[in-house]
Every structure is written in C-alpha cells, then in structure tokens.
C-alpha cells in the first residue's frame, strides 16, 4: 500500500503512533511504501542589507524541519515495523514554498492509495474541512483521505471503519472501487445506511430506521462498543461546498470524537 502522510504541524504528534498503529492494524496489507511530506515557506524579511543573518536564519529554519520531519518518519517506521510487524519503506519529502502547488505536483508523479492528514489537537473535523487547502485537497484528488484520529477518538480497545451509505447498492459499489477500502479487513469495516422504512434489506448493510437521520445517527454514535472511523462519499457531481454544508454531514463533522475517511 501506497500512503502519503501530509504533516503541516508538529502540535499534535505525541501519540502518533498508538493512533496510527490502530488504524493500520485493519488492513490486510503487508508491504508499506509511505512518503511523509511537509510543506513550509522559507523566513523572508526586509533586510538587504543583512544577507549573512537571512541566511543564517534560513539555515536555522530548514535544520528545524528536517528535525521535526525526521521525527515523524521514525515513529512511523517504528509503529510499522516494530509494533505491527509489517515491511515498511519510509521516506522524507521537505519542500519550500505553497503547501497547494507542492502537493499537486508531488501527486502528480506518485499514485497513492490513501492520503492521511494529522489535524491539530484543537482542530473540530468541520473546521478542519472548511480550510482552502483541504477544501481544495478533497475535490480536485481522486485518492481517499483519512483524518486520522485524535488521540481522544480512542477511548475503545478496538476500531471498526463504518461506511455511511445514503444509496447501498449503488454506493457500496463505488466505496468498493477504491484499494484501500478492498483492503481493510472483513471484521474490520461495517456499512451502514439510516432511512425511515426498509422495505427491503441489503446485503453486508446494516439498516437502521429511523425518522429523523441526525437522531438516528447521535444514537448510533454514542451507544457504540468500537472506535469509528466514517466514511463518507463527498459527491463530486453535486458540489463539495453543498456536500459539507449538508445538515447530516455536519452532524458528522462537529462530533469531537469522531474521525473520517472522505473517497
């Protein structure tokens, strides 16, 4: 499996590994090929007549994130390799200049199968999705995106992804399109679809009924036995904005402990 971890801040990586060591345990996967890439903008300021001191500056910054980047890189192959006994081969991307255009260009040359980004502590997932760089991340590449969980996600010994179906036949088979999903482990994915009446039932969907999704979906959160991660299908066709804006994936995006994979 192809992973690209996009890391734009260093606040929240204390529990890196436990968070991403949960995640990854329920994949089928063996071999990982994971590129870790950090984005930032070289010190710039007024002075022309100091060039030694810029560069010293410059130097002083680039030192800091190669630290920080290495860090990152470490407590990843330690969880992989170490902890979840699985083949990994981990490398380092540090680049200057604006965090969209490196991006673009970096997943142009490289076909990933997952993108996973590292949210702050304090960040709700739907102020997370209302960000340009995110917003522009989601709707414009065609690989799913993990948030991956904040540490407070994990209160349950165990993680389940749960793919939130509005239409089952028709979007199981898209979920199913993509490698990452076809990877996850059998006991390690559940569907799941809310309506008021089921007049018939899907296969390998659970159905809930109820009046009232957001109710339906507040309780099926708080009386959960695992740590979920939603999956939710954007709708290209019908706008990203009026995807987000929808009352239901709101209900979603401002739950604190929650976490999602957007495909």
């Not at 710039?44 to 994130?65: F, G, S, V």
């Not at 170490?82 to 255009?101: E, P, R, T």
Request: proline share 4%; aromatic share 8%; hydrophobic share 35%.
């Amino acid at each position: 499996m192809r992973i690209l971890f996009c890391i734009d801040t260093d606040k929240n990586l204390e529990n890196l590994g436990s968070r991403l060591s949960k995640v990854l345990n329920l994949f089928n996967e063996e071999l990982y090929y994971v590129d870790v890439m950090h984005v930032y903008r070289k010190p710039e300021a007024d002075a022309p007549h100091m060039p030694a001191t810029m560069l010293d500056i410059q130097n002083d910054e680039e030192k800091q994130r190669m630290r920080f980047l290495s860090q990152c890189q470490h407590r990843i192959s330690n969880v992989l390799e170490k902890k979840l006994k699985k083949a990994a081969l981990v490398n380092s991307h540090l680049l200057q200049g604006k965090f969209m255009k490196q991006f673009k260009d970096h997943v142009k040359y490289n076909k990933y199968e997952m993108i996973v980004l590292l949210p702050g502590k304090k960040d709700p997932l739907e102020l997370l999705l209302m960000g340009r760089n995110v917003t522009k991340i989601v709707s414009k590449i065609g690989v799913p995106i993990l948030v991956l969980p904040k540490d407070e996600v994990f209160e349950h010994r165990t993680t389940k992804f749960i793919g939130m179906l509005e239409k089952p036949k028709k979007q199981r088979k898209k979920f199913q399109k993509h490698q990452v999903i076809r990877q996850i482990k059998e006991d390690g994915l559940n569907y799941l679809h809310i309506c008021p009446l089921a007049k018939k039932e899907y296969k390998h969907v659970d159905v809930l009924n109820h009046s009232n999704r957001i109710k339906a979906f507040n309780k099926f959160h708080n009386e959960r036995k695992h740590n979920h991660i939603y999956i939710m299908n954007h709708k290209p066709k019908k706008g990203l904005a009026k995807w987000r804006n929808s009352s239901f994936t709101k209900a979603i995006l401002t739950k604190n402990d929650s976490s999602i994979m957007v495909i």
